[in-house]
């Protein structure tokens, strides 16, 4: 395997191992509830509260990736995200409890967006669309497999011990993102180099192409995240009375995306990143109305259909998003996911309020209103490409 191969595997695993903890509690959200005698709302924080964190420390860290070589980035970054995964198995206080996945939230960061960034800042831009589709995949895979640990390979019962493991995979792939992931003069002075002249973060938000990004971005995660927070209410009680290792099975839906984010990102650079964004929109629209049937069948191909969607939406906007920088892809970045995860963390506490008046129902009709934002950036973005061809085709060829 050549050096691009080895640092590709790095970045893919680490990634992973990260998302692995954002939603390891998610397939279990009815355990913890009765455990510790708190309400739907409550017991969501659990989930919600490591997407502040990230929404929190976010632009910290991009901040510091356009600065700073990565390595001792990863090594912080990798080392509190476990901790706080040994405290959430060890405590019997629910307070506590989400308190240690803020902690986990605040340092997620260190080990994505700075990935994100210096791959962004280290690799051709041929690849880039390719790469940063693989790297979805990369986020999509952990929260799987945060997924299947929290409520599948450890019984429900003994989710404490899916932390330990999880924490254990954090370490595992920091050291090997460390001892993997070139470390030359040449990134150094590159690090050093982006602190001059360069992009702050308002006038990144300044650019309306970018801003569009980031609000889409938002939006996406606003309408998939509360789906799979609240499908263990949904199946688990009547028509599908599901016991949770059956409810966790569902979220296997999710492999699809492993699949779609490096084909969106093809597709997006074949016909054009605008109309991606629509035809995703539509579908997740769809798929949507059909969860709302009683019928396990209806469920599981709404929920292929929310998972095409909502990858196919959020590969194309990461990849607009860096084909249209120059330079501060780190803050860019950090931007992009600030964005993102405060949609997310909006969406979840939003249609928690929904569940409790309107049950899944209200949830659904929550999520759909949302949908114009995705639908409307699509068709701005391909207005924006069609103007962009007629100026091309106008300009005059150069000379032989």
Request: with cysteine; glycine share 10%.
């Amino acid at each position: 395997m050549n050096k691009l191969g080895k640092m590709q595997v790095a970045v893919f695993a680490l990634v992973s191992a990260s998302f692995t903890n954002i939603y390891l509690t998610q397939p279990v959200l009815p355990v913890l509830q009765r455990e510790f005698c708190v309400s739907p709302v409550q017991v969501s924080l659990t989930v919600s509260f490591v997407i502040l964190g990230i929404v929190f420390s976010n632009l910290f860290f991009g901040y510091l990736s356009d600065r700073h070589p990565i390595h001792p980035i990863l090594m912080v970054g990798g080392f509190f995200v476990a901790a706080g995964g040994v405290i959430c198995s060890l405590t019997h206080d629910f307070n506590l409890l989400v308190g240690a996945r803020l902690l986990q939230g605040l340092f997620i960061p260190a080990l994505t967006t700075s990935l994100a960034a210096w791959l962004a800042r280290t690799l051709p831009v041929e690849r880039l669309s390719v790469v940063m589709g693989s790297y979805v995949s990369a986020t999509i895979l952990g929260g799987l497999g945060g997924r299947l640990l929290g409520g599948w390979i450890h019984p429900p019962l003994h989710w404490r011990y899916a932390f330990i493991s999880a924490a254990a995979l954090i370490i595992v792939t920091t050291v090997l993102a460390v001892l993997m992931l070139p470390s030359t003069e040449k990134e150094a002075v590159a690090a050093a180099r982006s602190t001059n002249g360069k992009e702050t973060y308002l006038s990144l938000l300044k650019k309306k192409e970018l801003l569009l990004i980031y609000v889409c971005g938002a939006g996406s995660l606003l309408i998939f995240s509360p789906v799979f927070n609240y499908l263990p209410y949904r199946l688990s009680h009547p028509p599908f009375n599901l016991p949770t290792e059956l409810i966790t099975l569902v979220y296997l839906v999710y492999i699809l995306g492993i699949f779609l984010g490096p084909m969106a990102g093809k597709l997006s650079s074949r016909f054009g990143g605008g109309i991606m964004l629509i035809c995703s929109s539509l579908l997740l629209g769809a798929s949507l109305l059909l969860l709302l049937l009683p019928s396990m069948t209806a469920v599981i191909v709404g929920l292929l259909g929310v998972c095409a969607g909502f990858f196919s939406l959020h590969t194309v906007a990461v990849v607009l998003l860096n084909r249209k920088l120059t330079c501060s892809h780190g803050k860019a970045n950090a931007l992009y996911v600030l964005f993102y995860y405060t949609g997310g963390w909006l969406g979840i506490t939003g249609a928690g309020f929904a569940y409790e008046y309107a049950d899944w129902r209200g949830v659904i009709t929550f999520l759909l209103s949302f949908l114009i934002i995705p639908f409307s950036i699509g068709c701005f973005e391909k207005k924006a490409e069609a103007n962009r061809r007629i100026t091309e085709a106008e300009l005059p060829s150069p000379p032989a």
